[in-house]
């Protein structure tokens, strides 16, 4: 064998082993690029809820501040327990993922409107925007254990769940049944603890 049919051979066999490394490694540099995705997506999506929990609390503890019924009251005052309960809740994760848990100015305006459309519709009309707005969301929302890991995935679940507790108190409350949408809010409370 000639030095050059073995140089030959021997670049072939170079470039035929690093042809196999990387069909070899190309699924796992998709693989991280689609944890990234799913990551991403699930901080976008999280940032979202959190940002949406900054704004329950300022909109529900300004209306509760107003209420004058007893049934008001009692669902409303119920409302800030449970989304107090929910600041606290997440925390762990919104510091783990740099997420803030205060209001940015955009969760400060819908919590304005949110209170202004409280003062000025009529309750049934004003429950059954906030049901159908939440029921909207949630349909959004259940995406996030898709993009959790597995260290994530039970809290993503988690928050799903307190979105399906939200619709439940306002179906409740549009029924008239104001101590059955409080305490569907304070048994989620309680059942998570």
Request: proline content about 3%; some cysteine; aromatic content about 10%.
């Amino acid at each position: 064998m000639t030095l050059q049919t073995q140089f030959l051979k021997s670049v072939c066999l170079k470039g035929a082993l690093t042809l196999g490394l990387v069909i070899l490694l190309i699924p796992a540099f998709c693989q991280e690029d689609e944890d990234l995705k799913r990551q991403e997506a699930f901080i976008q999506l999280f940032d979202r809820e959190v940002q949406n929990r900054a704004f329950a609390l300022l909109s529900m503890s300004a209306i509760s501040e107003k209420a004058v019924s007893d049934g008001d009251k009692t669902f409303y005052n119920q409302w800030v327990v449970f989304e107090e309960f929910l600041q606290k809740k997440y925390k762990p994760y919104a510091d783990k993922h740099g997420l803030s848990q205060e209001p940015r100015s955009k969760a400060k305006a819908e919590a304005f409107f949110g209170k202004l459309a409280s003062d000025i519709l009529p309750k049934k009309k004003f429950y059954k925007t906030m049901l159908d707005q939440t029921k909207d969301y949630l349909e959004k929302l259940k995406k996030l254990p898709e993009y959790a890991t597995k260290e994530d995935m039970e809290f993503a679940h988690f928050v799903v769940k307190q979105e399906e507790a939200q619709v439940q108190a306002i179906e409740h409350r549009i029924k008239g049944k104001n101590q059955e949408a409080a305490d569907v809010l304070a048994n989620f409370i309680n059942s998570n603890q």
